[in-house]
């Protein structure tokens, strides 16, 4: 167990290498409805106090995160709920609004297989969501969000013109998955944030459950600094689309041979920079040149 672990913490990068074209797959109804239902859980179980539904939506390990601008300084700072701070913060009606007041609206995105995508809009937040099924149940893993139209905390995104920089965001996640083919670190780093996190979702032969394996910055840029997420040239391909965009905020997709990368990124000082990673890995693929 050791080893398959290990093996997903020191490929996980090359996972993005091999392509094969990336597919809109329509969603089944009966889970783009049990996708929906769990971003509801979160967004409008959070508005109402109903911290069992909140629970239910959300995976343990989740990586929930945001951008906050400080005017005071003109830096941006990023922020971190936890599975345990929802859960009771939504008990202790923190974020209770009326109903009439809470605008709120879900949508899946994208379904492959175990792996999902969502977003939730409403008057206080809008966020990305992407999940995994456990055990029969979509879950939340990775959130990245920014305050709503109605929110306090909310901020004008001066000079952001959404048709512009898709081409950005696409060039950021190429050179994420192009520099680690490389060992191009310099690449790498350029386009993730220091905060950067990645899950990968695999299951396990052994004992036939499912794990999700996270590591951070140090995780995704020093293999690739000791070359280890190298792939000989001839084998090199690479193809991206964007899944969505909304308010500085980008979901970006690459499927591969070894896998399916979906990125969140935030558009910060002009630049696209990644905060999560999701990875789910093609159980019937071959492993990557190893070193």
Do not use: C
């Not at 990644?274 to 492993?287: C, K």
């Amino acid at each position: 167990m050791k080893k398959s672990i290990l093996f997903l913490i020191l490929t996980g990068i090359a996972l993005g290498h091999f392509m094969v074209r990336a597919q809109t797959v329509a969603i089944p109804d009966i889970e783009k409805a049990a996708i929906v239902q769990t971003a509801l859980d979160y967004g409008d179980g959070y508005y109402s106090g109903a911290a069992e539904r909140m629970e239910r939506a959300l995976h343990p390990d989740l990586n929930k995160v945001w951008t906050r601008p400080l005017p005071q300084t003109k830096t941006v700072m990023i922020g971190y709920s936890t599975f345990s701070g929802l859960v009771e913060g939504t008990r202790a009606k923190m974020g209770y609004t009326e109903p009439a007041a809470r605008k709120i609206q879900a949508e899946a995105l994208f379904m492959n297989d175990d792996v999902a995508g969502a977003k939730v809009t409403s008057a206080q937040f809008n966020d990305f969501l992407q999940m995994v099924k456990v055990e029969g149940q979509w879950k939340i893993v990775n959130v990245l969000w920014v305050p709503g139209p109605e929110s306090r905390f909310r901020q004008p995104l001066t000079g952001f013109i959404q048709e512009k920089e898709q081409a950005a965001a696409k060039k950021a996640a190429q050179d994420f998955v192009e520099g680690s083919m490389s060992g191009d670190v310099g690449r790498v780093v350029a386009v993730l944030h220091p905060e950067a996190s990645r899950a990968v979702f695999q299951k396990l032969p052994q004992t036939e459950k499912k794990l999700v394996a996270r590591n951070r910055f140090s995780g995704l840029v020093e293999p690739v600094r000791a070359q280890l997420t190298v792939i000989p040239e001839a084998q090199r391909q690479l193809s991206v689309r964007i899944i969505d965009m909304m308010d500085g905020m980008a979901f970006v997709e690459a499927t591969t041979l070894f896998g399916s990368n979906y990125l969140l990124m935030s558009w910060l000082d002009g630049q696209w920079k990644i905060l999560n990673i999701l990875v789910r890995v093609n159980p019937d693929a071959p492993r990557p040149p190893q070193r």
